[in-house]
Every structure is written in C-alpha cells, then in structure tokens.
C-alpha cells in the first residue's frame, strides 16, 4: 500500500498552537494521522529541499522535535515530501 493511501487525515495547525521556545513561539505546520499495520500521528514542518534555514528557525525546529519527543505515539519529523514520513 502507499504511502498517500496510509495518510487518513492531515491539517494545518492553526495559529493558535503555539509551542513556548526560549527563543519565541513556534507554530508547526501539519498534524499527519497515518495508519498501516499501526497508527502513528505525525506533526511535521515543511521545508523546501535545500531551502536555507535561519538561525532561529533551526532552533524552533530543534526546540518541537524536544517538546513532541515527550509524547508517546507522535514523531515530528522536518520533511520535503510525504515520502519522508515513512
């Protein structure tokens, strides 16, 4: 099965969800609801490929990947494609 088949919802988080950082708020940009042989919920931040980061984007990133790491069940991942959520 692929991986588009696997993806039974995904939205946007809005603006509202806000994860406290030492350096601002930061807003990722999807939850992903995926399900295959289990079912794993994603929170993922798109980034172009070879897209430059700043500084302070690459912290925030850093400081949500600490923050979902607390919850069991849910990976964040910083992806290109949905192909990277595999």
Do not use: H
Not at 25 to 42: G, M, Q
Not at 67 to 77: I, K, L, S, W
């Amino acid at each position: 099965m692929n991986m588009q088949r696997n993806i039974k919802c995904f939205i946007k988080l809005p603006g509202w969800f806000q994860i406290p950082t030492p350096i601002g708020s930061y807003n990722p940009d999807w939850a992903i609801l995926k399900r295959n042989e289990k079912t794993v919920y994603f929170v993922a931040e798109t980034k172009s490929e070879n897209q430059e980061l700043k500084d302070s984007e690459k912290r925030k990133i850093k400081c949500g990947k600490a923050y979902f790491d607390e919850f069991e069940g849910v990976e964040y991942r910083q992806v290109v494609k949905v192909s990277d959520l595999d």
